[in-house]
């Protein structure tokens, strides 16, 4: 989620409808993912959970309690899910924003609408392309740990690409496994993004007026230096204040680590045990930067996932290459080890800093 914006936490209930009904026009649905295809995905689903599990924490060092619950979803479902997540995140902030909501009235209303909308949109168009997901739980959501894996968009891309289902299920259990151990086995890292993020959105102050004269300036100066004028965190990034962009550079430089470690890992894992592990490396490649994709992401200020996999795979490889791998290690003693955004851009500053 972007700066600068009401979130889907701060949504009235027939909102939040309209954010569903829009998501699930746009989501659709894939004809063959009530077939005897989904009930041979939720049957080997768990054991290749558990079988990627095992080469992870080996390959990583890290370890989490128990094993995770994996879940198999539609694409209506992901969408609940997020909406849901997004909503628990932004709860400390919303009695805070009721006041302000009072006072606008018609235009806070409208506000809610669009956010609606909007909100509906990305989270449709995107619950197509999804093929896994860990769920970073709150303290408060009451729901197991665990991974769900959105059947349509598996079996679609099996079908569409011709890939071999026993090896393309288990490459994307390694994605999310590697996610789930991340934030499991580093123990300060889950409460330490959820606090920046919790930051980043008490920041904002909805309907605020000096954020479309923000975003004028910014949008007048990128053209005159002949940049685009929407940058890789979208048009709501325009209109972010210097506090909140310092924040969402420090999450873009987190999960640009967490994206990169998890893609060389992955591909390490899979080069070993996967005949086609190049041709679905390559195939993720270029789903990636699909020019429509691009231009989605762009527009919804989520392209810095694009970068996050691109420029944090570059960081580790590099400082592996300079260091080794305990360097790369490093990066997750602690929250002041972690690389800032400019120093995934260059790697050997960071060095210079930990070392």
Avoid at 16 to 32: D, E, I, Q
Avoid at 246 to 269: C, F, K, P, T
Avoid at 310 to 325: C, K, Q, S, T, Y
Wanted: glycine share 10%; proline share 6%; net charge negative.
């Amino acid at each position: 989620m972007g700066p600068g914006f009401i979130g889907p936490g701060l949504m009235q209930p027939e909102d939040r409808a309209r954010t569903l009904r829009v998501a699930g026009y746009l989501a659709g649905a894939y004809p063959l993912a009530g077939a005897y295809h989904l009930a041979a995905l939720e049957e080997m689903a768990p054991t290749l959970v558990h079988r990627a599990g095992s080469m992870v924490e080996e390959e990583t060092g890290f370890s989490g309690p128990g094993e995770p619950t994996v879940t198999v979803i539609d694409r209506l479902t992901w969408v609940e899910r997020n909406l849901a997540f997004f909503t628990e995140l932004l709860r400390p902030v919303e009695e805070k924003l009721e006041d302000h909501a009072e006072e606008t009235g018609l235009g806070h209303r409208l506000a809610g609408l669009l956010m609606a909308m909007e909100t509906g949109a990305v989270l449709g168009l995107l619950s197509r392309r999804v093929l896994g997901q860990y769920e970073l739980l709150l303290p408060s959501d009451g729901r197991a740990d665990q991974i769900c894996l959105p059947a349509p968009n598996i079996l679609e891309m099996e079908r569409k690409f011709q890939l071999r289902p026993a090896d393309f299920r288990f490459w994307v259990a390694l994605h999310e496994v590697t996610h789930r151990l991340q934030f499991v086995g580093v123990p300060w890292l889950r409460e330490y993004f959820l606090g920046l993020a919790g930051s980043l959105v008490s920041l904002s102050t909805p309907e605020d007026p000096s954020r479309l004269e923000i975003l004028l300036s910014r949008a007048g100066e990128a053209i005159r230096e002949g940049r685009p004028p929407v940058g890789e965190a979208g048009v709501l990034g325009l209109m972010a204040t210097p506090a909140e962009l310092e924040h969402l550079d420090r999450v873009q430089a987190l999960m640009s680590l967490v994206e990169g470690h998890g893609h060389v890992v992955m591909d390490r894992i899979g080069q070993r045990q996967l005949v086609t592990w190049k041709r679905m490396s390559d195939l993720f490649t270029r789903r990636r930067h699909h020019p429509r994709v691009a231009a989605l992401l762009r527009l919804s200020g989520l392209e810095m996932k694009l970068r996050q996999y691109d420029e944090g795979r570059e960081f580790i490889l590099a400082v592996e290459e300079r260091a080794g791998w305990a360097a790369v290690n490093r990066a997750w003693e602690s929250p002041e080890t972690l690389p800032t955004r400019a120093e995934i851009k260059a790697p050997e500053t960071w060095l210079a800093r930990v070392a």
